[in-house]
């Protein structure tokens, strides 16, 4: 009976152990974004907080994508996540994903790509500044169309007609969390100008948030 113990015990720690090293990226880097909340300051990102390039909507960011699935409905979100062209976003290096009440936490893979490069490139020109760590909080990934004609209803900056978050190839910055705001709003809006100049993106700043299309 004791070895029988012994044995259940010896392998349920090796599950445990396998569970911690398939996911430490994820567990250690919510770890750090917990102590990272407890002493840092909201850093809000728009039109008003940051100098952006600012590309015109309707002719340079909607053609940009309009190549691509236009997620119309729910139906077609599943489609498009079983076809692997639409993948889910979860909270990574240098970036967290806020509760999404108008939008889904999945976008295409090469939109995912440019979130990833964005936070990494982000996070380590802050550390490397100001010894410190910081990280970016998106509020909205990909929409259905139901999903951006409810959005329209409550915020008169949502586009009414296409929007690129439809297509799976748009996030929204929301804010940064950081200990020195205005020192880690210029490393950001430098970083987004040079990412436009490397025809990486499209920014659109508004009142509450930035808008990143990915070309």
């Known amino acids: 009976m004791k070895n029988i113990v012994k044995i259940i015990f010896l392998i349920f720690s090796l599950i445990v152990l396998y569970f911690f090293w398939h996911y430490r990226e994820i567990i250690i880097n919510k770890i750090k974004m917990i102590e990272i909340v407890k002493k840092k300051h909201s850093c809000p990102c728009n039109n008003k907080t940051m100098n952006l390039k600012f590309e015109d909507y309707h002719t340079t960011h909607v053609p940009a994508v309009k190549k691509h699935k236009f997620i119309l409905n729910d139906t077609q979100l599943k489609n498009e996540i079983n076809k692997g062209n639409l993948i889910p976003v979860v909270n990574g290096i240098g970036y967290e994903i806020k509760i999404l009440k108008y939008s889904s936490s999945y976008l295409h893979h090469k939109a995912y790509k440019i979130l990833q490069e964005i936070a990494n490139r982000y996070q380590k020109r802050v550390f490397n500044k100001t010894n410190q760590e910081s990280y970016i909080l998106i509020s909205s990934l990909t929409r259905t169309l139901p999903q951006q004609k409810e959005l329209a209803k409550v915020n008169r900056a949502a586009t009414k007609g296409t929007s690129t978050h439809?297509?799976?190839?748009?996030?929204?910055?929301?804010?940064?969390?950081?200990?020195?705001?205005?020192?880690?709003?210029?490393?950001?809006?430098?970083?987004?100008n040079e990412m436009c100049d490397e025809k990486k993106i499209f920014l659109c700043p508004e009142g509450d948030c930035i808008h990143v299309t990915v070309r």
């Open 166 to 192: 439809c297509f799976g190839f748009a996030f929204d910055i929301l804010l940064l969390k950081s200990n020195n705001c205005s020192s880690s709003i210029l490393i950001l809006q430098k970083l987004l």
